[in-house]
Nanobody, 113 residues
Framework: QVQLVESGGGLVQSGGSLRLSCAAS????????MAWYRQAPEKQRELVAA???????NYSDSVKGRFTISRDNAKNTVYLQMNSLKSEDTAVYYC???????WGQGTQVTVSS
């Protein structure tokens, strides 16, 4: 079955950095577009960054210039490098493969001010 397993979340001070990883199995990773979403308490889930199978990338305006998405097809893994973190980045971050959509279980990122 399809599994997306996130790791790398945690507690970090404002201005700090974290790197999230998502290891995929059960799919032909190289042909899937991959994305990171996040959901803060009492807010809707929102797209943070996405990378297509061909390497095209887009970011939400709120993270542009601070976050970097990348993928390693040899390792079936997608990454999210998060720099200059702010308290408003606090959320559960979810890995997504599409289409069809598959989701990871989420990893908590908490940024303290």
């Amino acid at each position: 079955q399809v599994q997306l397993v996130e790791s790398g979340g945690g507690l970090v001070q404002s201005g700090g950095s974290l790197r999230l990883s998502c290891a995929a199995s059960g799919i032909i990773f190289s042909i899937y577009s991959m994305a990171w979403y996040r959901q803060a308490p009492e807010k809707q889930r929102e797209l943070v960054a996405a990378i297509t199978s061909g390497g095209n990338i887009n970011y939400s305006d709120s993270v542009k210039g601070r976050f970097t998405i990348s993928r390693d097809n040899a390792k079936n893994t997608v990454y999210l490098q998060m720099n200059s973190l702010k308290s408003e980045d606090t959320a559960v971050y979810y890995c997504n493969a599409r289409y069809p959509h598959y989701w990871g279980q989420g990893t908590q990122v908490t940024v303290s001010s």
